[in-house]
C-alpha cells in the first residue's frame, strides 16, 4: 500500500495537492525511450510491487550468518544525523510498547530478505548491519514492554535526523488508514460502482533498467500502432465499456469507492458476510487531482468543507452528476484481491511487510530508509496532546516528501479513517540504529 495513491509525476502544469519533480534533465530521455512525448505520462515509483511475493509475515523469521550476506551499493541519504542518548527522545519511557515485538519480528523478516533489484530493495535499510540485532531478536521472547524497551536500548542507538542544514528536522504529520466498503461480485441493485484488476494492455516501462539513477521509476502508458502513448483516464475508462478492465466487485458507494483508491488499499464486505482485501497493483499513469477542489471551482462546496461526509451527501443529492465529478480525476488505480489472513494487520506498504496499526507510517526513502525503526514525536490529530512512540518506516507515498515528514498509518475502520483525515500535525523524529553499525545508511 502506497500512502495516499503515492505516484511521482512528470506534469507540465502544478498539480493541487501533490509533488510535481521538475527533473527537467530527464524529459529529452524519457521522450527518447517512450517515442512520444511524456509530458503528461507519469513517471511512477512502484512501491507495492512486493505484495505479489509470498506474505513473508507468515513464515518463520530466518537470520543468514553474516558470511552469507552480501549488501548491494550504498545509496546516500540527504539528511543527516547525529546520535543522542535515549533521555533526548521525549516520553521515550512512556510509549507502551507491550504491543511492539511481534511488529519487529516482521520487520526483521524484512530486513533479512536476500538483495534483489526490486524498489524495496534499493530503498531499505542496510540488512548487514541489522544481523547483529536480528540474530539476537530469534532467540528470545521478551514478556512484557519493560524487557522490549531493554531490547531496544541494549541493541540499538537513537540519531536524531537533521535537513540539509544540519538543523534538527520538523515536517507535517499526516494521517491514512485501511477503510471499509461494502460490495458484490456481480453488477446489481446498489452495487454498481467498479473497481478494476489492472489492463491487460497497460504497459510499465522500468527506466532503471536503462539508467541506474531511475531506479524504481516506471512510465505507465499503452501502445498507439508503434508509440507509447499516455494510458486512458478516469473519464475515457468510464465511457468506453470495450476498453474497461475485468471489474473485482461492484461497490454500493461511488465516493467510498473512491476514497479507497486514495488510499491504497482497503477492505470490501460482500453480501454473504465474507471480507476480502483489495491491494494496490497497479495505475494509470494520470496525475491526481482533487475532487474536493473540483466541487469548490463549481461553487457545489466550500474547499474547508470538502470531507469525504459532505461529499457523499452531494453525490445523493446529484446522482446524475457523480460520474462528472468522479471524472475530475483522471488518475486511476488498479487492485488485485488478497485474504484477509490477519484481521489486526492492514496491508502491505512498500517495504511489503503487512502494516500494524499506529506503529507504521510512510516515509521519504531520501531521508530514511526502509525498515529502519524510528521514535516518532508529533501529536493526536487536530490537538495539542502529544503522540510519540515508537514506529517502523515502512510505507512510502508521492505527497511525503522532506525530512522527517510522514503519514502515520492509524489502522483499519471508521475510527481509524476519522483520526487519518483530521491529522495535519507537526512532527520530528529520531532514527534507531544498530550500535557499532555508525550512522543510518541505506542499499
Same mark, same amino acid.
Given at each position: $500500500?502506497?500512502?495516499? $495513491? +503515492? ?28 517515442? #512520444?512525448? /511524456? ?11 512486493? +505484495? ?14 553474516? !558470511? ?35 511488529? &519487529?519480528?516482521?520487520? /526483521? ?5 536476500? !538483495? ?9 535499510? !542496510? ?10 531478536a530469534s532467540q528470545v521472547q521478551p514478556t512484557s514492554g519493560a524487557e522490549i524497551r531493554a531490547f531496544i536500548e541494549q541493541h540499538l =542507538?537513537?540519531? *536524531? &535526523? ?24 456481480? *453488477? ?14 497497460? &504497459?510499465?516501462?522500468?527506466?532503471? +533498467? ?46 467510498? #469507492? @473512491? @476514497? ?17 482485501r483489495l491491494a494496490y497493483a497497479d495505475h494509470n499513469g494520470r496525475p491526481y487531482a482533487s475532487i474536493g477542489r473540483w466541487l469548490a ?7 474547508? =468543507? ?28 488498479? @487492485? ?18 503487512? &502494516? ?10 531520501r531521508y530514511v530508509p526502509l525498515g529502519a525503526p524510528v521514535f516518532l514525536a508529533t501529536t493526536m490529530p487536530a490537538s495539542q496532546q ?9 510505507? !512510502? ?7 522527517? *515528514?510522514?503519514? @502515520? ?19 520530528? $523524529? ?5 550500535? =557499532? ?7
Open positions: $500500500m502506497a500512502a495516499k $495513491m +503515492s505516484v511521482l509525476q512528470f506534469s507540465p502544469g502544478p498539480n493541487p495537492g501533490r509533488p510535481v519533480h521538475r527533473l527537467k534533465w530527464l524529459v529529452p530521455i524519457v521522450s527518447t525511450l517512450l517515442l #512520444a512525448s /511524456c509530458s503528461t505520462v507519469d513517471v511512477g515509483e512502484s512501491p507495492t510491487e512486493p +505484495s505479489a511475493e509470498v506474505d513473508i509475515s507468515e513464515q518463520p523469521l530466518v537470520v543468514p550468518a553474516l !558470511t552469507n550476506m552480501r549488501d548491494s551499493p550504498e545509496r546516500k541519504l540527504d539528511g543527516r544525523f547525529v546520535p543522542v542518548g535515549w533521555a533526548a527522545l521525549p516520553s521515550w519511557a512512556s510509549d507502551d510498547l507491550s504491543d511492539l515485538w511481534p511488529v &519487529l519480528i516482521n520487520n /526483521c523478516k524484512g530486513l533479512m530478505r536476500p !538483495t534483489g533489484g526490486s524498489l524495496v530493495q534499493q530503498a531499505r535499510a !542496510t540488512p548487514r548491519a541489522w544481523q547483529p540485532v536480528c540474530q539476537a =542507538q537513537p540519531w *536524531r &535526523l537533521l535537513d540539509e542544514q544540519g538543523r534538527p528536522a520538523r515536517n507535517t504529520v499526516t494521517g491514512y488508514y485501511e477503510p471499509l466498503v461494502h460490495g458484490s461480485r456481480q *453488477r446489481s441493485g446498489e452495487y454498481q460502482w467498479p473497481l478494476y484488476e489492472p489492463p491487460k494492455d497497460l &504497459l510499465t516501462i522500468d527506466l532503471g +533498467s536503462v539508467y541506474p539513477e531511475l531506479a524504481g521509476k516506471r512510465v505507465r502508458g499503452k501502445l498507439d500502432g508503434k508509440r507509447v502513448v499516455p494510458y486512458d483516464t478516469r473519464a475515457e475508462i468510464a465511457a468506453a465499456p470495450d476498453r474497461q478492465p475485468p471489474a473485482i466487485v461492484w461497490v454500493n458507494d461511488p465516493v467510498e #469507492a @473512491f @476514497f479507497l483508491q486514495i488510499q491504497g488499499s482497503g477492505r470490501v464486505q460482500l453480501p454473504d458476510g465474507k471480507v476480502i471551482d463549481q461553487g457545489e462546496l466550500p474547499l474547508a =468543507q470538502a470531507s469525504m461526509q459532505n461529499i457523499k451527501a452531494w453525490a445523493k443529492r446529484n446522482p446524475q452528476r457523480v460520474q462528472e465529478m468522479l471524472n475530475a480525476n483522471p488518475a486511476m488505480v488498479f @487492485f488485485r484481491e488478497e485474504r484477509v489472513a490477519d484481521p489486526q494487520l492492514g496491508p502491505k506498504g512498500a517495504y511489503g511487510i503487512p &502494516l500494524a496499526g499506529e506503529r507504521a507510517i510512510a516515509v521519504d526513502t502529544p503522540l510519540r512512540r515508537l514506529v517502523f518506516a515502512q510505507d !512510502t507515498g508521492a505527497a511525503i516528501k522532506g525530512a522527517a *515528514r510522514a503519514d @502515520f498509518y492509524w489502522g483499519f475502520g471508521d475510527e481509524a479513517g476519522a483520526k487519518a483525515g483530521r491529522m495535519k500535525q507537526p512532527g520530528e $523524529m529520531w532514527v534507531l540504529w544498530p550500535k =557499532q553499525a555508525g550512522a543510518p545508511s541505506a542499499r
